[in-house]
């Protein structure tokens, strides 16, 4: 059974940084390139980033490119999304999921940016 589990979130004020992990089963992790979406009160789910099978390749959204960076670690299964200069627009809930493949998202992990 496939299963995402995302952690990290947390209160922050603007500027500040904080780092999302996430921890995926139930599939051959190393082989799939894995998302990070958000969504925010109020608003519909929005794609994040990507990073490929290795890692060597990674893609994001233009709203968090140049503040946010994607790594994994596939010996762990693990996907992390640091995040630094947070702006209250960043404000959404963060899940995890590999696409296209019919996967029940996590319960994803809150990040809260506000002074």
């Known amino acids: 059974q496939v299963q995402y589990v995302e952690s990290g979130g ?21 082989s799939y390139t894995m998302h990070w ?14 990073i490929g099978s290795t890692g060597g390749i990674t893609n994001y ?8 960076t994607l790594s994994r670690d596939n010996a762990k299964n693990t996907v992390d999304l640091q995040m630094n200069s947070l702006k209250p627009e960043d ?6 999921r590999r696409n296209n493949y ?14």
């Open 37 to 50: 979406y958000r969504q925010a009160p109020g608003k519909e789910r929005e794609w994040v980033a990507l």
């Open 10 to 30: 947390g209160l922050v004020q603007p500027g500040g940084s904080l780092r999302l992990s996430c921890a995926a089963s139930g599939f051959t992790f190393s």
């Open 91 to 96: 404000t959404a809930v963060y899940y995890c």
């Open 61 to 68: 959204a233009a709203s968090v490119k140049g503040r946010f």
């Open 102 to 115: 019919g996967d029940s998202w996590g319960q994803g992990t809150q990040v809260t940016v506000s002074s």
